[in-house]
């Protein structure tokens, strides 16, 4: 069984700020997790995964991730917040394989001028 | 990364009628599409899992025979909403996996948003 907490469900921070969005997760066996964003009326886009390598993943538009086994947390953050970054995402694990993907309930991120 | 093309992209039509929603892999050989809803301001909700050359496997409260999902090929997968209703409008989903992945990423289409009058 799994599962994925995201905790906010609305995030607001001013352009150039630091933007955490933060997701717990529950795996029953080694976790792959993931970070998607979805603009308004589009489908997801993957920004970064986890893949049991490195600790701390990289990915797209300058967000990165870090999973910390002992808190099973897998936080999203970006050092400066652009307007662009304004949209929905959503936390994602899976046991790998052909094992299903959960979604967490998905945090929306505001980016103040 | 892989492109999952979903077609069409926004339908209206009225009530009691069929609607048909393509879901394609364009680059890559997917044995493995999901089909999503979402209500809005939801998360995504996991309707059905279609495998290529069988029978989809529908999520517990999801009418099967209302909607139709076939995976005829390693890229195309396709969602039929029957006899729809204005309670089926909503925005779809569909992804897919593809068949040498080890993580099992998702590819997502773009969405579907059904109006149904």
């Known amino acids: 069984a799994q599962s994925v907490t995201q905790l906010g469900s609305h995030v607001s921070v001013s352009e150039g700020a630091l933007v955490l969005l933060r997701c717990n997760y529950s795996s029953s066996v080694p976790p792959y997790l993931f970070w998607y964003v979805q603009y308004p009326n589009q489908g997801l886009q993957l920004l970064l995964k986890?893949?049991?390598?490195?600790?701390l993943v990289k990915g797209i538009n300058g967000f990165e991730a870090e999973f910390k086994k002992s808190e099973t947390s897998f936080h999203l953050t970006k050092p400066s917040a652009h307007m662009s970054d304004a949209a929905e995402y959503f936390c994602a694990v899976s046991g790998g394989g052909y094992q299903k993907v959960t979604f967490g309930t998905g945090t929306k991120l505001q980016v103040i001028p | 990364g892989a492109v999952v093309s979903q077609h069409p992209s926004w339908v209206i039509c009225k009530s009691g009628t069929s609607v048909k929603i393509e879901c394609r892999s364009l680059?890559?050989?997917?044995?493995?599409m999901f089909w999503y809803r979402q209500f809005p301001k939801q998360s995504l909700m996991l309707m059905a899992t279609?495998?290529?050359?069988?029978?989809?496997?529908?999520e517990q409260g999801v009418e099967k025979d209302k909607f139709l999902i076939n995976h005829a090929s390693l890229t195309l997968s396709t969602l039929t909403v029957t006899s729809a209703h204005p309670e089926d409008s909503s925005f779809y989903i569909c992804?897919?996996?593809?068949?040498?992945?080890?993580?099992?990423?998702?590819?997502f289409g773009e969405g579907s948003r059904l109006t149904v009058l």
């Open positions: 279609s495998n290529e050359g069988s029978k989809a496997t529908y």
């Open positions: 680059d890559f050989q997917a044995t493995t």
């Open positions: 986890y893949t049991s390598a490195a600790t």
């Open positions: 992804s897919a996996r593809e068949a040498t992945g080890e993580a099992g990423e998702l590819f």
